[in-house]
């Protein structure tokens, strides 16, 4: 799983010359340069990094919710240097599911509602059954109309990870899953990112700076000054 | 495993449509729940029920007026001639869909036993009356009768019994025949047949008038047909009337002759358009508060859902449909609230407006839904376009908020949004335009000041000698509304145009009292005294001294005819529609005077004494206004006036404007002094007699037996009651204005909720006390309501100096009252009310107020 940077053809993502620049006061800031990645159907990949490195900002960019200053990227077989933000939108439309290190739950939707919430934008005839069947998958099947605030830390993730899988989308991004959460819930959710992963056949992007949550995946990627670098297990477990 | 994309997604647009159609409605249901919502749906609620209240009502009070007018003239149109009516009219007239009497009208000499006395005769037919009821004293006591008098009978005015030593059961003669005294009438149902030649009245029936041979060629009689019927009827024969009036027909309705108690009812009907404006105005800013807080609370869920693959046009369609439920629902709320308050204002003006009241149409509540959606458009609609902007983003990086709507974006439209109101609601463009390019100016000013003050105020807290908790929370409130400079001086000029706008319709309701009291004064005359002959002028003018403490000036009377305008026959020199008006019809009275009566206003031309002097023994006269315009005169014109057998020609050399509701003698065309004076006159005065001094009245009628007294107590009550009921309503407008302002504070408080847990989160955990933590925020509330005052005094005073000048007629004047308690009960009002609102929010632990920012 070492040799990294293939490229294919049939990678459902897949980037060349990737940069991001900002500008900080007068001066360019280089965030990323020249980063180069393709994602296979079906893999877990793991982006490491330390806190600063650019992570998120990589993670926008590979989800399209920002663009690139330089270089190529393909989602799904689309450009998305010839999208817009619409049109990025569109794409990303039940194919693509987040989990967000603080949740991202909406405090006045309650549990079942917040797993529909994408479901909202093209709803399905069973778009209920199947809120409450992902809910029940991650062991909430109780607790539907709670409120995000009488949940704890723990079951908000949860409820975010059903969020994520409920339009049986393609890739998942997850930022940080873990970051807000105390080890031994963190490694519950873990376990269940996981083998929901596995169950529905979907591809897995992860960012984080936790390396027992990386050894988990197929294959890690280190974000380190700006540029991506393969890293083998032994590494990871150093 | 397959993209869902692919198998059981619909992807029919319809479908999708369908879809944010049925999301936007839970998600309004659920959105509920949040503060800023009910702020909205308050506010929306209250545009809503004002407008629709304001316009259900004067929609009502119009067709009630109708009638009233409908019962004065005795029916909703009426025609007048010097001879009988051919049946083709009365064909046309019942086919539009009216209901016909006929009247005649004629002034004769009536006699029993050896007195004579000439007397106004109303002859009217088995229909009479269409509206109302005469009351008549048929011998047992005043009855309300609605009819007029049997064949053979005759009802006699009370000063025709006196004058013929009558009594009921009696016989008099009339002409040929002899009727058979009846009853005495107190009042007639209507005022149709006039009392302009103040003969005495006697009634009797159609069918007596062939017996009594009275008409003959060459006598003056008129005659009337009274036609009840609905508006519609009154439309379809607009063409005839406009024939009849050119034939010199003299043609009366509902929709021109409206009663003369219109002056008080004008401008109440003008403060009730403005206050539902005010209303809708200060709901439009609560709009505007509440939406600050709505778009920021959705932030995240917009980028969430950006996220999740939503577009910019989904994202517009959701929120736009949400914000539409709401405004519906709001609507239907409001108008609710608007009928009811409308059927408030009913009730309160019952005794003057008839029972039977047509129900209120559909138009003001369209106007209402339409209000609603103005509002939210205009007042919401730039702020909610930073929902659209969201960038999915945000989600990884919470700091990545939209730039918020540019302050003058929101201004401006708002105010196009709000000036297209003004038009709709006044029809006038260019008051709508006036008032709107002043209130931007007004408000640029306010800005300018509101910043001015905001930093004197922290220069003045940064003075304050340090020590004491007292001081401490005010330089700490002070700080913290400098610091938030921007918010603060939204909120600031948001309470001044409250505080004004409440302040305003509160003093233009004060003042338009005080107008209505001095206008009809405890003494206001009561009584009429006519026909005083110059023989008897300084006899009765000293018992009548005696007697009373004031009367007006005494006016000399002469009668006569207009013969001649600018040397043509009358006909020919007026106007088509004019040729039928009363004035060319029938005598006027003429007076003349040195200097221009008491309540007369010139607007054009010059009074006698400063007038150039005339050629040619044309002499200067002074006409009202009024009937020039009817008639088609300007200064310049002539008028020949024919008084017995002689001719004056009187050149107009200035208009006058009179105030018609002042129960004062008063005239058409007044003369200079000494040319009327060869000519035989009366004198007519006005004076005020209490209810209880009848014996006063009844001594003089006994003195002078020759002098008619007119008693106008009754039209005067009622004058009095409607001014009474008409203060009313206005104060219950006034109350919603008050609501509507408070549903302005409601929403900016809350919006500002979760920037104020913030900080007071942050001072919990650098070591404030709940104690100081609570003076701080009184404090804070207490200065922005004391500078709001101040500077909505300021904007008070401004706009009501406006109204009174373009609208209500009225001299503007200062009112050192307000700067004193605007700014004090500003103070106190947002002290108590922001105070109890951030309760809640002191309540919580700074872990649950800092996470509170940017979140529900």
């Known amino acids: 799983m070492s040799d990294s940077l293939k490229t294919d053809a049939s990678a459902i993502l897949h980037a060349r010359g990737l940069g991001k620049q900002v500008t900080s006061g007068d001066k360019p800031l280089t965030i990323l340069s020249d980063l180069a990645l393709d994602v296979f159907p079906g893999e877990t990949l793991a982006i490491l990094g330390a806190s600063g490195a650019g992570k998120s900002t990589l993670l926008g960019l590979l989800a399209g919710l920002d663009e690139p200053t330089s270089g190529e990227l393909t989602l799904f077989g689309d450009a998305l240097s010839s999208l817009d933000e619409d049109g990025r939108a569109q794409l990303r439309a039940g194919r693509v599911g987040f989990v967000f290190q603080n949740f991202q739950l909406l405090p006045t939707l309650t549990a079942l509602e917040n797993v529909l919430l994408p479901l909202e934008l093209s709803p399905l005839a069973d778009s209920e059954r199947r809120g409450r069947d992902w809910l029940t998958r991650v062991g909430l099947g109780e607790r539907l109309s709670h409120l995000p605030k009488q949940l704890s830390g723990g079951e908000q993730q949860r409820v975010a990870v059903a969020r994520a899988f409920v339009t049986d989308p393609q890739l998942v991004f997850a930022d940080e899953p873990t970051g807000n959460l105390d080890p031994a819930t963190g490694k519950r959710i873990i376990d269940l990112l996981f083998s929901l992963n596995r169950e529905a056949g979907t591809t897995l992007v992860l960012v984080t700076h936790d390396h027992a949550l990386a050894r988990r995946c197929d294959r890690c990627l280190r974000l380190d000054d700006g540029r991506l670098e393969p890293l083998v297990l032994d590494e990871v477990e150093a | ?856």
């Open chain 2, 1 to 856: 495993m397959s993209s869902i994309a692919d198998t059981s997604r619909p992807t029919s647009r319809q479908a999708r449509g369908l879809g944010t159609l049925r999301w936007s409605l839970r998600g309004m249901r659920r959105d509920l729940r949040a503060a800023d919502v009910r702020a909205l749906f308050v506010a929306l609620a209250l545009a809503v029920a004002a407008s629709t209240m304001i316009g259900f009502f004067l929609d009502r009070l119009e067709r009630g007026l109708e009638r009233q007018a409908g019962q004065l003239l005795g029916g909703d149109l009426v025609l007048e001639q010097g001879r009988p009516f051919d049946d083709g009219l009365r064909q046309e007239l019942v086919e539009a869909g009216f209901t016909l009497s006929d009247q005649v009208d004629l002034v004769s000499m009536i006699s029993h036993a050896d007195r004579f006395q000439p007397a106004s005769l109303k002859v009217v037919d088995d229909v009479y009356p269409h509206y109302g009821v005469s009351h008549v004293d048929l011998g047992d006591g005043i009855e309300q009768l609605a009819q007029g008098p049997a064949a053979g009978e005759a009802w006699l005015g009370p000063r025709l019994m006196q004058l013929l030593e009558v009594q009921v059961g009696d016989q008099v003669q009339v002409g040929e025949t002899q009727l058979s005294v009846a009853g005495v009438i107190e009042r007639e149902a209507d005022q149709s047949g006039g009392f302009g030649n103040f003969n005495p009245r006697l009634m009797m029936n159609l069918a007596d008038l062939e017996a009594t041979n009275l008409v003959q060629p060459g006598s003056r009689v008129e005659f009337e047909i009274l036609a009840a019927g609905p508006p519609e009827a009154l439309t379809r024969v607009e063409a005839t009337l406009a024939e009849l009036r050119r034939d010199g027909v003299e043609v009366r309705d509902v929709r021109s002759d409206r009663p003369q108690l219109g002056n008080a009812l004008a401008r109440a009907e003008q403060y009730l358009s403005l206050a539902g404006l005010a209303a809708v105005l200060l709901a439009g800013v609560a709009v505007a508060m509440a939406t600050r807080r709505y778009v920021d609370r959705h932030l995240d869920t917009a980028a969430l859902l950006r996220c999740f693959g939503a577009t910019q046009r989904q994202l517009t369609r959701l929120f736009a449909l949400q914000l539409l439920w709401l405004a519906l629902a709001a609507s239907v709320v409001g108008a609710l609230l608007g009928l009811a308050g409308q059927a408030g204002l009913l009730w309160l003006l019952t005794a003057f407006l008839p029972l039977e009241l047509p129900p209120p149409g559909p138009l003001p509540l369209l106007l209402g839904v339409l209000t609603a959606l103005a509002v939210l458009a205009g007042f919401a609609g730039p702020t909610l376009l930073r929902l659209k902007r969201v960038s999915a983003l945000k989600v990884l990086r919470r700091e990545l908020d939209p730039l918020p709507a540019s302050a003058w974006l929101v201004v401006a439209v708002a105010s196009l949004v709000f000036g297209g109101l003004l038009w709709l609601y006044s029809g006038d463009p260019q008051l709508a335009f006036g008032l709107l390019a002043g209130g931007l100016v007004m408000l640029v000013v306010l800005w300018g000041l509101g910043a001015l003050l905001l930093g004197g105020v922290v220069r003045l807290a940064a003075w304050l000698p340090q020590g004491g908790s007292k001081r401490q929370a005010l330089r700490l409130g002070a700080q913290q509304l400098a610091r938030r400079r921007g918010a603060s001086l939204g909120q600031l000029l948001a309470f001044s145009v409250t505080f004004a706008a409440m302040a305003m319709i509160a003093l233009v309701r004060g003042d338009l009292l005080t107008t209505w009291q001095d206008q009809l004064p405890e003494d206001t005359p009561n009584y009429f005294a006519i026909n005083i002959q110059p023989g008897e002028r300084d006899a009765f003018i000293d018992t009548l001294d005696d007697a009373v403490d004031e009367r007006t000036t005494l006016y000399p009377m002469v009668r006569g005819r207009i013969s001649a305008i600018n040397n043509q026959t009358p006909r020919d020199a007026v106007p088509a529609d004019a040729r039928g008006d009363g004035s060319l019809r029938r005598e006027l009275n003429l007076t003349w005077r040195e200097t221009l009566p008491d309540g007369n206003r010139l607007v054009a031309g010059q009074w006698f004494d400063a007038g150039p002097a005339l050629a040619d023994g044309r002499v200067p006269i002074s006409v009202e206004d009024g009937l020039a315009e009817r008639l088609g005169l300007s200064l310049g014109d002539t008028m020949t006036f024919a008084i017995g057998s002689d001719e004056i020609v009187g050149e107009l050399t200035s208009l006058r404007n009179l105030d018609w509701d002042s129960f004062r003698p008063n005239f058409f065309v007044i003369f200079p002094p000494e040319v009327l004076e060869r000519y035989g006159h009366s004198y007519i005065t006005a004076f005020h007699l209490d209810r209880e001094r009848d014996d006063i009245s009844r001594a003089l009628v006994r003195e002078f037996p020759g002098v008619s007294l007119l008693n106008v107590e009754a039209i005067l009550g009622q004058v009095r009651e409607l001014l009474t009921q008409v203060t009313r309503a206005v104060e219950f407008v006034l109350g919603f204005v008050l609501l509507a302002g408070i549903s302005v504070l409601y929403a900016a408080l809350t919006a500002s909720r979760p920037t104020r847990a913030h900080e007071s989160g942050l001072l919990r955990v650098f070591g404030a006390g709940d104690r100081l933590i609570s003076r701080v925020q009184g404090a804070e509330f207490a200065i922005l309501g004391f500078a709001s005052g101040l500077m909505g005094a300021l904007l008070a005073e401004l706009a009501a100096a406006g109204i009174y000048l373009a609208w209500f007629d009225l001299a503007p004047r200062i009112h050192w009252g307000l700067w004193l308690t605007l700014p004090l009960g500003g103070a106190l009002l947002i002290g108590v009310i922001g105070h109890a609102l951030s309760r809640s929010v002191r309540r919580q632990t700074p872990m649950q107020s800092l996470g509170l920012l940017g979140e529900a």
